[in-house]
């Protein structure tokens, strides 16, 4: 190997992932972008690989797009190239409405192999300050795991000026999605001001700084969230969750416990917020009212109540 090559760093990793997590075969979520195109020349030349380019069809052009990233993808030794054309709603905003439908997109058409998806280090130091920025707790500061099967991303080490280059040696042109540089868009904002500007002020090495504060936050979240599985699997029943074994817990550990159990019933999305209304109806009850936490039905939302030292779960309709 040689290894003063642009993509020695990308095909480590993406070897070390190999190892890690052995497949038979893969597909790579391309767009057509320096990130993807360059994760997905290294991914066909280590096993058989699949490309999966979803068309959102939001952009003029976007099927022309499309077409041209499966052509790359076939040039770089990808088994096959499908087109996946989905129609994006506008549920929780432009970004995340077309995030539920790629992820949906690709979960459908994998054919049970991983999907891996090319964040990059530079990626995740935005997920991060996302999350900071939103208060949305600990999980969320974790940011992106390398494996959340059946989704890998073994780029998360490697920074987005190691793709481009990748691409540059490999001789293919990266599409430049415009919507990359919009600043309506709050991570492109993340990206072209606020990472700079710390950068600057801190001397650099922000952006491996905050990957790595994610990575020491997944190891306490893996730890905690195991230790919440048992005290769960204790104290659940039919009727609902008991009080009593939840008021001794520490409140990092207790919350989990209730996150795991309301997951368990059917809610979905939780926020740090919902999750902290909840916990007081066991740390801090004085008799209040229901607490409600999110639904994945629209038209439905659901209310946690303590009544008779149990927490209980209802749907009522929105």
């Known amino acids: ?69 499966a052509a790359q993808a076939r040039q770089l030794g ?15 905003g432009p970004e995340a409405a077309a995030r539920t ?28 300050l996302l999350g900071l920025g939103r208060g949305s707790g600990p999980r969320s500061l974790a940011g992106m795991q390398i494996w ?31 919507h990359n540089t919009d600043p309506r868009y709050t991570r492109v904002r993340l990206r ?10 801190l001397a650099g090495g922000v952006a ?17 969230d195991a230790l919440a599985a048992g005290h769960l699997a204790a104290l659940c029943t039919d009727n609902g969750l008991p009080v009593a074994g939840l008021e001794d817990l520490p409140a990092a550990l207790r919350r989990r416990v209730i996150r795991g159990w309301l997951l368990s019933v059917g809610a979905s999305l939780l926020t740090d917020v919902q999750l902290r209304a909840v916990d007081a109806l066991v740390a801090d009850w004085h008799g209040q009212g229901g607490v409600a936490v999110s639904s994945p039905l629209r038209y439905q939302r659901l209310i946690v109540t303590r009544r008779a030292g149990l927490l209980t779960v209802a749907s009522r309709p929105v």
């Open 192 to 201: 072209t001001e606020v990472l700079p500007l710390l950068e600057e002020v």
């Open 78 to 92: 990808c088994v096959d190239a499908q087109v996946i054309s989905v129609d994006v709603g506008i549920e929780g």
């Open 208 to 224: 491996p700084a905050l990957a790595r504060t994610a990575a020491a936050l997944r190891e306490d979240n893996d730890a905690l």
């Open 1 to 69: 190997m040689d290894r003063s090559s642009a993509l020695t760093p990308l095909r480590a990793a993406v070897a070390g992932f190999a190892r890690r997590h052995p497949a038979d075969r893969w597909c790579v979520g391309l767009s057509g972008g320096a990130d993807s195109l360059a994760l997905t020349a290294v991914a066909a030349a280590l096993k058989p690989t699949a490309a999966l380019i979803v068309d959102h069809g939001l952009q003029t052009g976007s099927a022309d797009v499309a077409a041209a990233a």
């Open 101 to 128: 439908a790629r992820y949906a997109a690709l979960d459908a058409a994998r054919g049970g192999a991983p999907v891996l998806l090319a964040h990059t280090l530079d990626d995740q130091a935005e997920t991060v």
């Open 148 to 178: 959340d099967p059946p989704w890998g991303r073994p780029l998360l080490a490697v920074r987005r000026a190691d793709t481009e280059a990748a691409c540059a040696e490999l001789g293919v042109t990266p599409w430049q999605d415009p």
